[in-house]
T-cell receptor
Framework: GAGVSQSPSNKVTEKGKDVELRCDPI?????LYWYRQRLGQGLEFLIY????????KSGLPSDRFSAERTGESVSTLTIQRTQQEDSAVYLC???????????????FGSGTRLTVV | QKEVEQNSGPLSVPEGAIASLNCTYS??????FFWYRQYSGKSPELIMF????GDKEDGRFTAQLNKASQYVSLLIRDSQPSDSATYLC???????????FGSGTKLNVKP
């Protein structure tokens, strides 16, 4: 696609429910990243996928968070048993192998705003 | 200590003035430095990156890097109301997989 697409754009869920967030990267971009941004805060790294390599999960805050990506296509971020502190905007970004070395190929999606009530 | 520190602001400047945004980082091994602009309710967009000590200019924007002081700044000349946004500083360490972001500085340019 022309840009990084995320869905849903907004999600309100009850505490304890599971949610699944989707990211469709730019076609041909091998690297995909998930970040979390709490209100008024900076971006918090969650997870990184690069092609078929093992993902870098070092930023996932707890075992309630998981993410998958098949090849160089869509990624899903799943949050189980949601808590109120999970409320944030979840941003996905992608980059191509030719530009990611210097970072300027980093393109963000518009994000999913998650509210846990 | 946070990886990347920024003054949250808001920084208010009159239209046409120079806006100076500052960022410090804790890891001496940091290699690349980025400035992103984020409008309210929108996703961040890259506006500048710098790797070497000194200044890098792109239009009205100048990035300045001082690795000895672990300091990076962004100057916006001839500030416009459309520059009003939150500016995020991001730092990349020894690998290129993760960027550490500051919490951002909110800039208001008053007409």
């Amino acid at each position: 696609g022309a840009g990084v697409s995320q869905s849903p754009s907004n999600k309100v869920t009850e505490k304890g429910k599971d949610v699944e967030l989707r990211c469709d990267p730019i076609s041909g971009h091998t690297a995909l990243y998930w970040y979390r941004q709490r209100l008024g805060q900076g971006l918090e790294f969650l997870i990184y996928f690069q092609g078929n390599s093992a993902p870098d999960k070092s930023g996932l805050p707890s075992d309630r968070f998981s993410a998958e990506r098949t090849g160089e296509s869509v990624s899903t971020l799943t949050i189980q048993r949601t808590q109120q502190e999970d409320s944030a905007v979840y941003l996905c970004a992608s980059s191509s192998s030719s530009t990611q070395t210097y970072g300027y190929g980093y393109t963000f999606g518009s994000g999913t705003r998650l509210t846990v009530v | 200590q946070k990886e990347v520190e920024q003054n949250s602001g808001p920084l208010s400047v009159p239209e046409g003035a120079i806006a100076s945004l500052n960022c410090t980082y804790s890891d001496q091994g940091s290699q690349s430095f980025f400035w992103y602009r984020q409008y309210s309710g929108k996703s961040p967009e890259l506006i500048m990156f710098i790797y070497s000590n000194g200044d890098k200019e792109d239009g009205r924007f100048t990035a300045q890097l001082n690795k000895a002081s672990q300091y990076v700044s962004l100057l916006i000349r001839d500030s416009q109301p459309s520059d009003s946004a939150t500016y995020l500083c991001a730092v990349n360490r020894y690998n290129f997989n993760k960027f550490y972001f500051g919490s951002g500085t909110k800039l208001n340019v008053k007409p």
